[in-house]
């Protein structure tokens, strides 16, 4: 799922950034890093909250070559 469907999804359910961000116990202004792209969501809280919402998987990495 790209951070553009999941935008839509929360608009078609009429959930907000905000609330998703409070009901699964993350920082709402890195929930929004997340969706907008400014944090690529490598790792660490970031890395979680891109799993949780689809854009990632639990399994993702990267290529090193």
Known sequence: MTPEQVKQSFRQEGKT??????????????????LNGRCKA???????????????????TTSLV
């Open 42 to 60: 490598n790792y660490g809280k970031a890395y979680e909250i891109a799993v949780k919402l689809g854009i990632k998987g639990s399994n993702h």
């Open 17 to 34: 950034v905000t609330s998703w961000a409070l009901e699964n116990n993350f920082p709402r202004n890195l929930v929004y890093s997340v």
